[in-house]
């Protein structure tokens, strides 16, 4: 029991936590989520379909009837991670042998019934378009039978389930708007694991914001592999049309028409997304995001290397003169835009040259904060049956600290720049440091902190920033934001 305690005891990334429980719901669902915000919000679909099918989420894993594990595939230690925590799942199935245990997302995607075969705990394997298919894959686990469902949907969007909010602060949420990625890049799994292009009917979306409106929530995160390819047209895969003449006839919404469409409608509600993709963001959303003052003037822009030749090795139909020449016209149109980036160090071919032209399309950009890891080989990309892994190790992790070192540099450049300034806030919870001070994003997504006084949770206000460290702004509330 004491070794079922230190594992209910160490912190887990996405832990389930549902308010609102059904009563007469009998059995308890242990959720966790790994990787990107699109699996946090497959968790919440996931939670909503088993709440209607006899499933009550649980924090405490020792309770559970079953155990789910959204999985991420893609960086080799994120599939470590998950292993390990299956290994911790298996100490406590040994004290609860009917827990049964199932993998979700990507990792199951990869790597489908094999899974079953590797990790002998797992009695269930559930790719990203079959959540549906829960019910009756539960049916047949508790039967005695292996239960895998990994068939990759060309329409499936979840967009007639309303997600349950798990650990949610009340405030800000996700809503997914788009799934899958049709862009090839050579080292990346999601379009083997996230299917093709779908976008979701605008209806639904502007439904699910204003369910939430009424729910109070102040925030929303409009969520997809590649936001910016948002193309709704009745449904189906944008490769289903024969060329673009037939995609600009049928087109009914795109993606900078959904972000006015949400900003007009919901003008007390702030907007964000994520994620965008350089080849398909185009000015007219940057000129919506200058219109809307509750458009959040932040994008997160990965472009994974400052060099053509790694671009091109990457397949990104992107060069670098054309992303820098895209930055440059985001700072014209909104000035305080901040940007982030992804940055790979090490990729196959990767000569130092190379290197010194991304530290120098940093020193251009000088984004906000960024995401940044040193290039591992995913199994099934074409860079792992094509290319050669030929970067050594130590100079892959010499290049990368580079790219840190430069990053907190700028970074440090950007907070700085807030110092002085009244900033609107949105309180979304307490400081990690101090129970006496509030946190909460100004529009930039950078995190402030600041004393509580009277101020509440889910209020937008004011803040003088007076200090700043590379990631946190230092300041206190002047008053309520007009926003409230």
């Not at 029991?1 to 990334?13: F, G, P, S, T, W």
């Not at 559930?126 to 990759?152: H, M, T």
């Not at 009917?201 to 204003?210: C, G, N, V, Y």
């Not at 900078?256 to 993709?277: G, H, V, W, Y």
Request: charged content about 25%; hydrophobic content about 35%; proline content about 3%.
């Amino acid at each position: 029991m004491e070794q079922v305690k230190k594992i209910i005891d160490e912190k887990a990334q996405g832990q389930a936590l549902i308010t609102e429980t059904k009563k007469e719901n009998a059995k308890k669902l242990f959720i966790e989520s790994y990787g990107c915000q699109m699996n946090m919000n497959d968790s919440e679909i996931v939670a909503s379909i088993l709440a209607d099918n006899g499933f009550n989420t649980t924090q405490n894993l020792e309770d559970a009837d079953l155990v789910l594990v959204n999985t991420c595939s893609i960086r080799e230690k994120a599939e470590t991670t998950i292993r390990n925590r299956l290994k911790k799942y298996n100490a406590v199935k040994k004290i609860n042998p009917s827990m049964k245990v199932g993998v979700l997302g990507c990792m199951a995607e990869r790597l489908k019934s094999k899974f079953l075969e590797e990790e002998k705990i797992v009695d269930l394997v559930v790719g990203p378009d079959a959540y549906k298919d829960l019910p009756n894959l539960i049916e047949e686990i508790e039967a005695g039978r292996d239960a895998v469902n990994v068939i990759l949907s060309k329409d499936e969007t979840y967009g007639d389930v309303s997600p349950v909010r798990l650990n949610s602060n009340g405030v800000s949420a996700f809503v997914s708007i788009t799934r899958g990625c049709d862009n090839m890049c050579t080292f990346c799994v999601v379009p083997f694991t996230r299917g093709r292009e779908r976008s979701r009917d605008p209806k639904s979306i502007l439904e699910e914001i204003r369910s939430m409106q009424k729910k109070n929530f102040k925030e929303i995160t409009l969520l997809g592999q590649n936001v910016d390819s948002y193309l709704w047209y009745g449904g189906g895969l944008k490769k289903d049309f024969k060329n673009a003449s037939e995609i600009a006839q049928a087109t009914a919404v795109n993606f900078a028409q959904l972000l006015d469409m949400c900003a007009t409608e919901f003008p007390k509600i702030r907007f964000r997304f994520s994620t965008s993709n350089p080849q398909d963001m185009t000015l007219d959303v940057i000129h919506v995001m200058a219109k809307h003052s509750n458009i959040c003037k932040y994008i997160h822009l990965p472009v994974q290397s400052g060099s053509n030749a790694m671009l091109k090795a990457m397949n990104r139909q992107h060069t670098r003169e054309e992303y820098m020449e895209l930055v440059d016209n985001i700072y014209k149109i909104v000035p305080e835009m901040a940007l982030s980036q992804d940055m790979i160090a090490g990729f196959c071919g990767e000569t130092e040259q190379d290197h010194q032209d991304t530290l120098a399309l940093m020193n251009h950009v000088k984004y906000d904060f960024g995401f940044m890891f040193a290039y591992s080989e995913r199994p099934g990309t074409l860079a792992e049956k094509k290319m050669k892994d030929d970067v050594p190790s130590e100079i892959k992790k010499q290049r990368l600290q580079e790219i840190i070192n430069l990053q907190q540099e700028h970074s440090l450049y950007r907070t700085k720049q807030h110092v002085g300034n009244i900033e609107e806030v949105l309180i979304e919870g307490e400081s990690k440091k101090s129970n006496k001070h509030w946190k909460g994003r100004n529009t930039q997504n950078t995190v402030v902190v600041f004393p509580k006084e009277h101020y509440t949770l889910g209020d937008f206000v004011n803040v003088k920033i007076e200090d700043c460290t590379t990631a946190t702004l230092i300041g206190r509330a002047v008053g309520y934001s007009d926003n409230n």
